[in-house]
């Protein structure tokens, strides 16, 4: 089963930007859906974007377009998460996931999660 393992959280001040890695531990970049999700505190779960990694197609959650930039680097295994002018709300802890396909929503299913990177935004 692929491993996986957020890094890149941190505090940053309103207005900045962070950008969160997702490595994927395996002998190859097969491809997969990898899902980025957030839980902020004392809330339910919610999902930002996908991105598959055969062809690098993305999907996003329609709340979530804009900000949010899902990528990958094929050569080192990763999918970043690119966030722009954070706000206090934003404040959560960061999962990657990764699952078999990404449309139709699908994305939302993935089942194998990383560990989480807090990011903490302060106003």
């Known amino acids: 089963q692929v491993q996986l393992v957020e890094s890149g959280g941190g505090s940053v001040q309103a207005g900045g930007s962070l950008r969160l890695s997702c490595a994927v531990s395996e002998g190859t970049f097969s491809p997969r859906c990898i899902a980025w999700f957030r839980q902020p505190p004392g809330k339910e779960r919610e999902g930002i974007g996908a991105?598959?990694?055969?062809?690098?197609?993305?999907f996003y959650a329609d709340s979530m377009k804009g900000r949010f930039i899902i990528s990958q680097d094929r050569a080192k295994s990763t999918v970043y998460l690119q966030m722009n002018s954070l706000k206090p709300e934003d404040t959560a802890m960061y999962y990657c996931a990764a699952g078999v396909s990404c449309g139709g929503g699908t994305w939302r299913s993935v089942d194998n999660w990383g560990p989480g990177t807090q990011v903490t935004v302060s106003s």
């Open positions: 991105i598959y990694t055969s062809g690098g197609a993305t």
